[in-house]
Nanobody, 122 residues
Framework: QVQLVESGGGLVQPGGSLRLSCAAS????????MGWYRQAPGKERELVAT???????NYADSVKGRFTISRDNAKNTVYLQMNSLKPEDTAVYFC????????????????WGQGTQVTVSS
């Protein structure tokens, strides 16, 4: 199977910055896409940003211009640079990937990380 390990969450003041990292490992033949989703208390999980293997990106309107998603294909790692953070950005951020795996068989599957807390507060 595939494992996702997230890091970089924490407490930051409004206007501050954080960078989240997510490293994928396991039975990966290739990665179709990686991205970040978040879930705030009392709200549904929402897409934050995604990036395909070809480099195409997609951002939620609420973070456009403030967040940047990038990836290091050699390390199977995706990053989310978060600038000009607002209290509204407070949420648990989940890493996601869609991969082609070879074990136990060849198939395309979705995997989720355990989540990392981001809190924006003064």
């Amino acid at each position: 199977q595939v494992q996702l390990v997230e890091s970089g969450g924490g407490l930051v003041q409004p206007g501050g910055s954080l960078r989240l990292s997510c490293a994928a490992s396991g039975s990966i033949l290739s990665i179709n896409s990686m991205g970040w989703y978040r879930q705030a208390p009392g709200k549904e999980r929402e897409l934050v940003a995604t990036i395909s293997s070809g480099g195409s990106t997609n951002y939620a309107d609420s973070v456009k211009g403030r967040f940047t998603i990038s990836r290091d294909n050699a390390k199977n790692t995706v990053y989310l640079q978060m600038n000009s953070l607002k209290p509204e950005d407070t949420a648990v951020y989940f890493c996601h990937t869609n991969v082609f795996t070879y074990s136990p068989k060849f198939q395309s599957l979705d995997y989720w990380g355990q989540g990392t807390q981001v809190t924006v507060s003064s």
